[in-house]
């Protein structure tokens, strides 16, 4: 490998590293890390699979996606493609591995574990899809298309996770909780479909300020998320509950810090007291 491509791989690499920053003073919840973790192995998984679906529908159309989508022809043609196909594949596969790894990890009744599944399983499948692309067009095309590419899967997994964990979350039939995750992924889709139809039939250029204006939206949809996960995820039991940044403790359920946001311990120290005889 060349001292090129070694760059390239650096480069690639910090939507991983910058998500890692923002999120690192969760890290000391082992729940959360795991689930971040396996959700990383997952969109390995994830986007083979996507390819190997790819392959008969590239056969069927006569040729690669791209090309029918940045093709000539009739707009609603072109965002069907996109919805349908693109869209619907994709967030399917990557919310399907999200909902496993957060099963398997047996922590499926907490919103933020989702969060994390989902989260890692997007940030892998965007890095793998960013090397691909690296290999066949080169740093023109990928360098610029990193910084959307990633901002934009991983706000469209956020926004099914965030949904999925709120189904999760409530007592609800097995049928009710599937039918939300189900709308869910058929939401990320539309959202997904439409901003490709946006990016490659209008030809934006990727610096523009309209693309800007997106990597913004998407950024604040996925704090946003985020948000509305922490606000729903509580400790099994009450108890004493030190907050591992500020130090700063309190009885409760919670699973965040009200003062800095950093996750919390829940102390399992004795603090019986013992009257003398």
Not at 58 to 78: H, K, M, N
Not at 142 to 167: D, E, G, K, Q, T
Not at 219 to 248: F, T, Y
Request: proline share 3%; charged share 15%.
């Amino acid at each position: 490998m060349s001292q090129v491509d070694l760059m390239m791989l650096f480069f690639l690499l910090m939507p991983l590293v910058a998500f890692y920053q923002v999120f690192k003073k969760n890290w000391v919840d082992e729940e959360l890390k795991k689930a971040a973790t396996w959700g990383l192995v997952s969109g390995v998984f994830c986007i083979t699979l996507t390819r190997i679906v790819y392959y008969p529908v590239e056969w069927f159309l006569g040729g690669d996606l791209r090309s029918f989508i940045t093709a000539p022809r009739e707009w609603w043609i072109t965002l069907l493609a996109n919805v349908c196909i693109i869209g619907l594949i994709e967030e399917a596969i990557k919310a399907s591995g999200g909902i496993i790894v957060a099963h398997l990890t047996r922590f499926n009744k907490r919103p933020t574990i989702v969060f994390m599944a989902f989260s890692g399983c997007a940030l892998s499948f965007s890095l793998l899809e960013n090397i691909q692309y690296y290999a066949i067009f080169g740093s023109y095309v990928v360098l610029p298309r990193m910084i959307i590419s990633s901002a934009a899967h991983l706000y469209f997994s956020c926004m099914c996770a965030a949904m999925a964990a709120n189904a999760i979350n409530r007592p609800r039939s097995d049928s009710t909780v599937a039918l939300r995750i189900l709308l869910a992924i058929i939401a990320a889709a539309v959202f997904h479909g439409l901003f490709d139809f946006v990016v490659f039939k209008l030809n934006l250029q990727m610096l523009s300020g309209v693309i800007i204006a997106f990597v913004s939206l998407f950024i604040l949809g996925i704090h946003e998320s985020w948000i509305s996960v922490l606000k729903i995820d509580n400790q099994p039991r009450e108890g004493l509950m030190i907050c591992s940044g500020c130090g700063a403790f309190s009885i409760g359920r919670a699973r965040f810090c009200n003062f800095c946001g950093s996750r919390i311990v829940l102390s399992r120290r004795d603090f019986t007291i013992k009257l003398a005889d």
